[in-house]
């Protein structure tokens, strides 16, 4: 847990890492790091969450390497 980030900050920034596909998934990672996840919820948050997901999806495939 980095106490400079907000359990919101870092839910974006997990969203961002494109090493998640769900919010249910950033949540648990969210816990494991000892942060609270009762912030993250709601359609809005959720809407851009998966919007960001989406977008830093790694390409997987014929010349590409997975991470």
């Given at each position: ?5 907000s359990q919101?900050?870092?839910?974006f920034?997990?969203a961002?890492s494109?090493?998640?596909s769900t919010?249910?998934e950033i ?8 942060y ?11 809407g ?5 997901m989406?977008?830093?999806v ?10």
């Open positions: 847990m980095d106490p400079r980030l919101l900050e870092r839910a920034e997990l961002r494109g090493r998640f919010v249910a949540k648990r990672k969210l816990r494991e790091e000892g609270m996840d009762d912030q993250v919820e709601g359609p809005v948050l959720f851009q969450l998966n919007s960001l989406k977008k830093a790694r390409p997987s495939g014929p010349g590409t390497s997975a991470a």
